[in-house]
């Protein structure tokens, strides 16, 4: 028995191994392929248009050595996490009334929906119009853009919340602070941490149109001058800044979720 034990203790790590790196292999295959196809034009096109990917990577370790082109990605970072952190609170609050009042909800609503519509150009061009510092112009863009996601989303998870849980907590008669540690934490911040990862990627591409506004720093200004000089190089690395933001962004929303739901099965707690 202790001997049949032993055997099957390193096949089922082998077994987990070989798991872990085909589902890597799956994950990166696709990144490799797409690296290798512009490595491949770089050696058939001007270098305006596809320049080689080593120079890509030399202009990535100038921003992050230099310290002024580096500061703009620090700009641009705090920009976009100012931005929704101020979508989130309002549009958690917004959520919070239109749970509790059925008038609230009806007038919200079609607002919301017809926020989701407007393009973030259209925003740039009202935040222009309406007000005169870059850094409230950015952040009025940044969070109307987002704020009606947040707002759904963080309503979509109260409204999900099961009534028959919820009277049988309140039989115990908890403290307003234990009921929302023991009871509404649990069952909203699943859908509170999509609507982050969602918004992540929704805001890294409108800061871009928001720091064209007058802004005199920031990816969004850097890529511009890249455009005037026709470097395609330049305007890749600078774009890569944004991808790194938002992957580093993503792996810590991975391990808060790792972290708040380690007690639930491992195939419930991917998002």
Request: proline share 4%; with cysteine.
């Amino acid at each position: 028995m202790s001997e049949t034990a032993s055997h099957a203790g390193p096949l089922s790590l082998a077994a987990t191994l070989s798991a872990a790196a085909r589902r890597f292999g799956s994950s990166v295959l696709p990144f490799v392929v797409v690296i290798l196809i512009w490595q491949f034009a770089s050696l058939f096109f001007p270098r305006f248009l596809f320049p080689s990917l080593i120079d890509v990577f030399w202009r990535c370790l100038e921003i992050f050595s230099n310290g002024t082109m580096f500061a703009d990605v620090l700009a641009t970072v705090l920009r976009i996490l100012a931005g929704l952190a101020g979508a989130f609170i309002v549009g958690g609050l917004l959520a919070l009334l239109m749970v509790r009042s059925r008038a609230v909800d009806n007038f919200l609503s079609p607002i919301l929906t017809l926020f989701q519509g407007i393009p973030a150009l259209s925003w740039v061009v009202f935040a222009i119009i309406w007000f005169h510092g870059v850094e409230f112009r950015i952040f009025f863009i940044m969070v109307m853009t987002t704020l009606p996601a947040f707002t759904f989303q963080v309503l979509g998870a109260l409204r999900a919340m099961s009534k028959d849980l919820m009277e049988m907590v309140f039989s115990f008669r908890p403290t307003r602070m234990k009921l929302f540690r023991v009871m509404i934490a649990p069952a909203i911040l699943p859908d509170i941490l999509t609507a982050w990862k969602v918004n992540l990627g929704n805001a890294s591409r409108v800061v871009v149109v928001a720091e064209l506004v007058g802004a005199t720093g920031g990816v969004g200004y850097q890529l511009l001058q890249q455009q005037q000089l026709f470097d395609m190089a330049g305007a890749l690395a600078w774009t890569l800044q944004l991808v790194f933001f938002v992957l580093i962004a993503q792996a810590v929303l991975t391990l808060i979720e790792t972290i708040a739901f380690r007690y639930r099965a491992v195939s419930e707690r991917t998002l």
